[in-house]
């Protein structure tokens, strides 16, 4: 039964009427309009708005069939058409949206008047679309993670809208969407079977419901890792404080104690474990995946010490100080002073190592030429030296360490000669350009204004060298024989030290001294410099020398002098006051200075990196020939060289360079 009426509603009267007219398919001369109610906008009695409100009832269409008018009807998406008498008017049909119409072959814009009847009428709906499901599978590179990927498409079907036979007709176009097939959980089990899925298949975990979805990613098979094996590795028994075992070093060139205890004959000095084989695991596809091969790890002894039978164990075969070279574990027979060294005791000079368990006291001199020094007390007004490392547990206080002993001296004296090395040969080049054009111009004083103009640090340089010369010859040869030193005056020209006429005896003369110094330079990298390092708890007012590193891991050093090779560490001290130089490495720690502005200073003479927590004022820090002075407090301050220059940060704020 064809509806005769409908309600429509919009925001204006015409809005609602065209609503009702869509939905009882008529035109506006079909119906009669009964107004509902009127719209009415939001005010302040009435929180929202009022829409407009119709009803719309056909006409009675029983004339249609009255002689002279013929219809035209849709009937399931059909046109149905009803021709006028002899002589009576032909139906008419209004075009709506999305359709196109042609009639006898041309094509029609609003309305078309059938004429001829349907036969010469041609109605063009939007094309449909089908619906679609669209699927993979994707598997990582890994091969251990394979996931279902799929989106459904809906589809969409257009037919004519049906409508009552009537005179005039406005067509109408109905949008269906059809829905789109979901894959079954059945599916997706013969879907993994054709992708070549055997392992940790998930299908117990895909369900229906979530099939349904328009679209989704679900891990459909999770491989098996292998399961990684353990590393062999050596714990070395006899160190106080055990270091990670590098097992991609090749060689350590440096001598470095790890013990401060002595070790009886017998005594287990390192386990190694031999790891466990991980085990393998298996991809998606039930390939096996073979765990990582564990890496091995030689354990090596050297003189005084053995392997276990099963090679698991080093053992002492001596008593003595057992330390770790070259990734090598030896035992040195020691000399072991149970209490105090002290006037008692007189001083201490030995060959090999010495332990002494109490402390060092005033005036008194403990030297080894070979070995290392482990003091277990403090050392107050001492001297300790040796060729190898020293190491106190406790305070250093008004005492002077030199770890590695003639090392230190021809690291000096090396680093000196390559200064004086770098400013001659500048001089030399600058004498050479300006020589020609300053012909009026005695040698002696071209060269003196050379030296005042770019190279006043050079005769500072020659009197620093003239005042190690006399600092060596005040050396007695006790002191050089207990340090198992040779004279570094012994393997240098004496004419390297005459340098009062240099600067007067022409450019020949600069240029004998310019090769006689780097001579001297060769026969001292000859001799080469033997790492040796010196590691205390606290430093006050002392000197310490070490040709490798120096580390403080106690509260800090105050108002002493540092000279090392390559390092200075204090990462939970203070630095307060004197000065601490580096050759070549890094200087970190956790304060440099304090609030009162105590003079600090901070030298690496090669390169390398400053860092500190805290930095007062009144620090300088010195990199190469370039320093800078801080004036305030600075906080998380590193200080290196970039591209030639000094640059200073604090935090992530420049603050030099």
Request: glycine residues 10%; hydrophobic residues 40%.
């Given at each position: 039964m064809?509806?005769?009426?409908?309600?429509?509603?919009?925001?204006?009267?015409?809005?609602?009427?065209?609503?009702?007219?869509?939905?009882?398919?008529?035109?506006?001369?079909?119906?009669?309009?009964e107004?509902?109610?009127?719209?009415?906008?939001?005010?302040?009695?009435?929180?929202?708005?009022?829409?407009?409100?119709?009803?719309?009832t056909?006409?009675?269409?029983?004339?249609?069939?009255?002689?002279?008018?013929g219809?035209?009807?849709?009937?399931?998406?059909?046109?149905?058409?009803?021709?006028?008498?002899?002589?009576?008017?032909?139906?008419?049909?209004?075009?709506?949206?999305?359709?196109?119409?042609?009639?006898?072959?041309?094509?029609?814009?609003?309305?078309?008047?059938?004429?001829?009847?349907?036969?010469?009428?041609?109605?063009?709906?939007?094309?449909?679309?089908?619906?679609?499901?669209?699927?993979?599978?994707?598997?990582?590179?890994?091969?251990?993670?394979?996931?279902?990927?799929?989106?459904?498409?809906?589809?969409?079907?257009?037919?004519?809208?049906?409508?009552s036979?009537?005179?005039?007709?406005?067509?109408?176009?109905?949008?269906e969407?059809?829905?789109?097939?979901?894959?079954?959980?059945?599916?997706?089990?013969?879907?993994?079977v054709?992708?070549?899925?055997?392992?940790?298949?998930?299908?117990?975990?895909?369900?229906?419901e979530?099939?349904?979805a328009?679209r989704?990613v679900?891990?459909?098979?999770?491989?098996?890792?292998?399961t990684?094996?353990?590393?062999?590795?050596?714990?070395?028994?006899?160190?106080?404080?055990?270091p990670?075992?590098?097992?991609?070093?090749?060689?350590?060139?440096?001598y470095?104690?790890?013990?401060?205890?002595?070790?009886p004959?017998?005594?287990?000095?390192?386990?190694?474990?031999?790891?466990?084989?991980?085990?393998?695991?298996?991809?998606v596809?039930?390939?096996?995946?073979?765990?990582?091969?564990?890496?091995?790890?030689?354990?090596?002894?050297?003189?005084?010490?053995?392997?276990?039978?099963?090679?698991?164990?080093a053992?002492?075969?001596?008593?003595?100080?057992?330390?770790?070279?070259?990734?090598?574990?030896?035992?040195?027979?020691?000399?072991e002073?149970s209490?105090?060294?002290?006037?008692?005791?007189?001083?201490?000079?030995?060959?090999?190592?010495?332990?002494?368990?109490?402390?060092?006291?005033?005036?008194?001199?403990?030297?080894?030429?070979?070995?290392?020094?482990?003091?277990?007390?403090?050392?107050?007004?001492?001297t300790?030296r040796?060729?190898?490392?020293?190491?106190?547990?406790?305070?250093?206080?008004?005492?002077?360490?030199?770890?590695?002993?003639?090392?230190?001296?021809?690291?000096?004296?090396?680093?000196?000669?390559?200064?004086?090395?770098?400013?001659?040969?500048?001089?030399?080049?600058?004498?050479?350009?300006?020589?020609a054009?300053?012909?009026?111009?005695?040698f002696?004083?071209?060269?003196?204004h050379l030296?005042?103009?770019?190279?006043?640090?050079?005769?500072?340089?020659?009197?620093?060298?003239a005042?190690?010369?006399?600092?060596?010859?005040?050396?007695?040869?006790?002191?050089?024989?207990?340090?198992?030193?040779?004279?570094?005056?012994?393997?240098?020209?004496p004419?390297?030290?005459?340098?009062?006429?240099?600067?007067?005896?022409?450019?020949?003369?600069?240029?004998?001294?310019?090769?006689?110094?780097?001579?001297?330079?060769?026969?001292?990298?000859?001799?080469?410099?033997?790492?040796?390092?010196a590691?205390?708890?606290?430093?006050?007012?002392?000197?310490v020398?070490?040709?490798?590193?120096?580390t403080?891991?106690?509260?800090?050093?105050f108002?002493?002098t540092?000279?090392?090779?390559?390092?200075?560490?204090?990462?939970?001290?203070?630095?307060?006051?004197?000065?601490?130089?580096v050759e070549?490495?890094?200087?970190t720690?956790?304060?440099?200075?304090?609030?009162?502005?105590?003079?600090?200073?901070?030298?690496?003479?090669?390169?390398g990196r400053?860092?500190a927590?805290?930095?007062?004022p009144?620090?300088?820090?010195?990199?190469?020939?370039q320093?800078?002075?801080?004036?305030?407090?600075?906080?998380?301050?590193?200080?290196?060289?970039?591209e030639?220059?000094?640059?200073?940060?604090?935090?992530?704020?420049?603050i030099?360079?």
């Amino acid at each position: 039964m064809t509806k005769r009426q409908a309600l429509g509603e919009g925001k204006t009267i015409e809005e609602a009427i065209a609503a009702a007219l869509a939905e009882l398919g008529a035109a506006r001369d079909q119906v009669e309009v009964e107004i509902l109610q009127e719209p009415a906008r939001r005010g302040l009695l009435r929180r929202k708005a009022q829409p407009a409100q119709v009803r719309l009832t056909l006409k009675d269409t029983k004339p249609t069939s009255a002689p002279g008018v013929g219809t035209v009807a849709v009937v399931d998406g059909k046109l149905q058409y009803q021709a006028p008498p002899p002589g009576g008017a032909p139906p008419v049909i209004e075009l709506g949206p999305d359709v196109e119409v042609f009639y006898r072959g041309e094509q029609v814009e609003k309305e078309v008047l059938l004429t001829e009847g349907l036969e010469p009428l041609e109605i063009i709906l939007p094309a449909d679309s089908e619906p679609q499901l669209h699927y993979d599978i994707i598997v990582d590179e890994t091969k251990t993670k394979a996931q279902l990927i799929w989106e459904r498409t809906p589809g969409l079907r257009h037919r004519l809208a049906d409508q009552s036979p009537r005179s005039r007709l406005r067509l109408q176009v109905l949008k269906e969407q059809v829905a789109a097939p979901a894959l079954s959980v059945e599916a997706v089990r013969e879907i993994a079977v054709a992708a070549g899925l055997q392992h940790g298949l998930r299908l117990s975990e895909l369900t229906p419901e979530l099939l349904q979805a328009q679209r989704g990613v679900f891990d459909l098979a999770v491989g098996t890792p292998p399961t990684p094996g353990r590393d062999a590795s050596i714990k070395y028994v006899f160190q106080d404080e055990p270091p990670e075992v590098d097992l991609e070093a090749i060689r350590v060139d440096h001598y470095e104690l790890h013990g401060t205890e002595g070790v009886p004959k017998g005594a287990v000095l390192a386990v190694k474990d031999p790891g466990e084989p991980g085990k393998p695991g298996r991809n998606v596809y039930g390939e096996i995946i073979p765990a990582r091969p564990i890496q091995d790890v030689q354990l090596k002894v050297g003189e005084g010490a053995m392997l276990s039978e099963d090679g698991l164990q080093a053992i002492a075969a001596v008593s003595g100080l057992a330390y770790l070279q070259g990734g090598v574990i030896r035992v040195k027979e020691v000399f072991e002073l149970s209490g105090d060294a002290d006037v008692s005791t007189g001083n201490i000079t030995m060959e090999g190592d010495i332990i002494i368990k109490g402390s060092v006291l005033e005036n008194v001199r403990v030297q080894s030429k070979t070995g290392s020094i482990v003091v277990h007390g403090l050392v107050s007004g001492a001297t300790l030296r040796t060729m190898g490392s020293i190491t106190v547990l406790r305070n250093v206080v008004r005492s002077q360490l030199y770890a590695g002993a003639a090392s230190v001296a021809r690291m000096q004296l090396l680093n000196l000669l390559e200064k004086i090395f770098e400013r001659l040969e500048g001089l030399i080049t600058a004498a050479q350009s300006v020589a020609a054009q300053a012909e009026h111009i005695s040698f002696e004083n071209l060269v003196k204004h050379l030296v005042e103009l770019k190279f006043s640090d050079l005769p500072r340089l020659l009197k620093d060298l003239a005042g190690f010369q006399q600092a060596q010859k005040e050396k007695t040869k006790e002191e050089t024989a207990e340090a198992g030193e040779d004279s570094l005056l012994d393997l240098l020209d004496p004419a390297l030290f005459r340098t009062s006429t240099l600067f007067a005896g022409g450019l020949d003369e600069l240029k004998k001294y310019h090769r006689l110094v780097l001579q001297s330079m060769a026969r001292i990298e000859e001799l080469g410099v033997s790492e040796a390092n010196a590691r205390v708890h606290y430093l006050q007012n002392s000197r310490v020398e070490a040709s490798g590193t120096v580390t403080v891991t106690g509260q800090g050093c105050f108002y002493s002098t540092v000279l090392a090779g390559r390092g200075f560490a204090a990462p939970s001290g203070i630095f307060r006051g004197g000065q601490v130089t580096v050759e070549t490495g890094t200087i970190t720690a956790r304060e440099l200075g304090g609030p009162t502005g105590i003079v600090t200073k901070v030298t690496l003479l090669k390169g390398g990196r400053i860092t500190a927590s805290l930095v007062h004022p009144n620090v300088v820090v010195c990199i190469g020939q370039q320093s800078y002075k801080f004036d305030e407090t600075a906080s998380q301050v590193k200080a290196f060289l970039h591209e030639g220059n000094l640059t200073v940060y604090s935090g992530s704020h420049k603050i030099h360079g």
